[in-house]
């Protein structure tokens, strides 16, 4: 069996297989939706023609009786419902399955096809309740009601098929296929449907014209449409010869290309992009004007080249959503759940590798949304919402980025559900789960060994968790993200970068080796001046740039060298992830470059700060720094919120406006807790050297612009006695007064700065609790404070050393 | 162990230390004299870097790392790559010195002796017991699995 013709029928069956499943799902929601439900059995029909012509008989039965079921559904005898859908839907997986075999050893192997069969044998024989089947075709009226029909004059052929086996009642009366012999001279168009349009188009047939057409089709009429219209004298003979050979002609504007020769074809690219480096890099060195001009021409031949064929990859990511509604309602059905499935953004484009490297994470989220995120109909009605859950799916360009959020209006994810079952997965303690707010609580998700299944099931539990998720998404140098709220609903966000495998990126020099930065993520480059230096805030170093405070990582550290000399003439290249920027200081910046990016090989591919590699223009291998890896292995990140939150406070604090009186500080103290402060009662923020504390009898205290200042220090472990002042060699301490007053109050970090805060009043008047980002803090008197750290106004005279 | 019809085999030989090691030859791409390794930070010690081949990238992998074989103190030699081909990839194996390529018969075939040290017998196949010396077969996919390594010495 000549393999060619083997290989071209897979093809074309599983495009059909597709538009077949895609089909079958619109038709369960829209039963009358003709032009579908003759696509599908169309698609069906053409299977099993030419299994049975490439002697696939296995196959040809199974296509056979979902044929059968799906003419009954054409002529109406019988109503799409569930079973049927789900029915015809596993006789679409039986054909995959049947041709992944051939795929594999070129015959179809033994399938045990008798219950699919005997299911859908005994939806057939649903036809016989439906009543009288020998009149079928004679109808005239064939349920359409349409006066105008003539309904084709060839009577019901009933031929047996040479291979059929098993000869049913309800075989007979089908409108067996059979091949169309043409009587009129010349041949007609085989892409019936189709040519209707041009038709149409031509102004040789009216629109009405070919949908009666089309209608007579789906009753049963055989015939190609432009056929019909010519014996109905609806068209011209010549009108419909004419729009076939432009049908011809329009499906000949575009070949299929094999997917490993376009791949060849990227990579020759690449590496004429980097022999293109090396010629552009040569000829910027010699002064022959002779060799710059055609060098010249190269360098845009290779650009324009690239792009050309950075586009032959491009495909919308519409072609992996289209097996989404078919997902959702298999798994809707699954757990109970009625759900509507939106998609925004179908036609945007990606690159070939991201779609196939994020098919299987989007599904998995989806997953995840059906199973655990939207609630059943029965408990949305409970808490007053539709009980159809919608789910959204919305892809859309952004700068060199592609973002896909999938948004539901399910339950939203609880954090404290998450703790809870991060505790007994020991993915964390219970002390660092209680310590941790909400938003880090919801992160956990993502962490290895987490699965929010509590009991495996078999579409979402089973070992796949949101930590390979993220891994893959990030393996392609994306993110993603998750927001939620809870009863409300929760929405994934996922960023990619465009395009993969050539970039823009900057090259710096540490420790004498090239390294390459991808160009998207660098915010700008900065070399410090003698007036600017690189300062330090509780051990972390800071560079303020205009009016920001930037944290800064040593490159030289990071790759475990020997710490860079941080002073002036340091060159820094300012980041950005997602969002939050740092300075990475590097020894010298070279230039902008193309490079190709090439792959880590497996031994090193989850290497924590490099994500590949490229040849540079003179042989040397160059490693691609991973921005997000760097950001998260030097702990940056953690420290940039801080920082951003700290110098916010320093603004305020420094500005002469008056603040209303309820702008309150957020400050997260040791042990995790938060307390507020009303900003007015603040000085401002120090930090002292844990040495420098003192005990003053039962308190803490420490010496301050020559005054002994009392320490408070509120945080839980205080409470229990222990103090976590100890842990650290520095103190951070909030200075706040009142009246001529001043207490340290002991905090592990600044958190935000809130104004017109929700206050409410306990019943205890100097209790006060403010509303945080939905969460209750409580609201700190410095004169409450002062009072129980056993310091009277009057008495603080007493404390004097 | 593959191997031609008449039982013989025909291995690529190369020296680290006095360990005389070998690979069939159908698996090794091609031998490289020196090449310029580039670093890699934060990849486990037995990842000596990267190398450019023709255009390609290919980790380079430190045998001696990888089969617990102290540095001997007269580093002169600059070592060799072997560059095979694992899991689709290209792997170059960081050798002191290339040796012949031998044939051996099966009949001096034998299993790794048990009193070979673990790190070194976990990466061989069999031996070939020469006239003079002793010739280990290396496992190149173990070889090259070096995460799975990593992660079993850690545990």
Known sequence: MDDEIIGEFLVECFEGLDRLEQGLVVLEETPDDTPTLTEVFRILHTIKGTCGFLDFSQLETVAHRGESLLSLLRDQVIEIDEEITDALLATNDAIREILGTIEQTGAEGTHDMAELIATLEALSARADHAGDLADVAGEADGGDGDSDIQVAAEPVEVEAEPVEVEPEPIEQAEHVEHVESVESDGPLPTEDQRIGDVLVEDGSAARTDVEVAAAEQSLGDERPIGRILVDEGRAERADVEAAAAKQRSAASSSIRVDVEVLDGLMNLVGELVLSRNQIVQLAGLDRNVDFAAPAQRLNLLTSELQESVMKTRMQPIGTIWNKLPRVVRDLSNQFGKRIRLEMEGKETELDRTILEAIKDPLTHMIRNTVDHGIETPERRAAVGKETEGVLRLIASHEGGQVNIEIIDDGAGIDADAIRRLAVEKRVVSAEQADAMNDQAAIQLIFRPGFSTASSVSNVSGRGVGMDVVRTNIERIGGSVDIKTTLGAGTSFKVKIPLTLAIIPAIIIRCDGNRYAIPQPSIQELVRLDENQRIEDVHGAPVYRLRDRLLPIVDLRSELCLEPSQLTSGSNVVVLNVDGRSFGLVVDAIDDTEEIVIKPLGRTVRDNPVFSGATVMGDGSVALILDVTGVAVSSGVMNAAAAVEAEAALERELASTTQHDDRTILVVGLNGGQRVAVALDQVDRLEDFPTESIEWSGHRQVVQYRGEVMPLADLGPLAARGGSAIDTDERVSVVVCSAGDHAVGLVVDEILDIVSKPEIQRGGDEHVATAVVDGELVDLVDIAEILASAGIQIADHVSLGV | ?155
């Not at chain 2, 031998?31 to 580039?38: F, H, P, W």
């Not at chain 2, 980790?59 to 990888?66: A, F, G, S, V």
């Not at chain 2, 580093?75 to 689709?88: A, F, L, T, Y």
């Not at chain 2, 790794?112 to 020469?130: F, N, Q, S, W």
């Open chain 2, 1 to 155: 162990m593959n191997s031609n019809d008449n039982g013989r085999v025909l291995l690529c030989t190369f020296w680290l230390d006095d360990l005389l090691l070998g690979i069939d030859v159908r698996d090794v791409q091609e031998i490289i004299r020196s090449a310029d390794i580039t670093p890699i930070p934060h990849s486990p010690p037995a990842v000596a870097g990267l190398i450019n081949l023709r255009g390609q990238i290919a980790t380079t992998i430190d045998l001696r790392d990888r089969l617990g074989v102290v540095p001997s103190s007269d580093d002169e030699d600059v070592p060799s790559h072997v560059v095979v081909r694992s899991g689709g990839e290209q792997v170059s194996l960081l050798v002191d010195r290339i040796g012949e390529v031998l044939e051996v018969g099966a009949e001096l075939y034998e299993p790794p002796p048990v009193t070979m040290r673990h790190e070194v017998a976990d990466l061989i196949v069999g031996t070939y017991k020469l006239t003079d010396e002793l010739l280990l077969v290396v496992d190149v996919p173990r070889l090259v699995d070096v995460a799975a390594a990593t992660t079993e010495d850690a545990a």
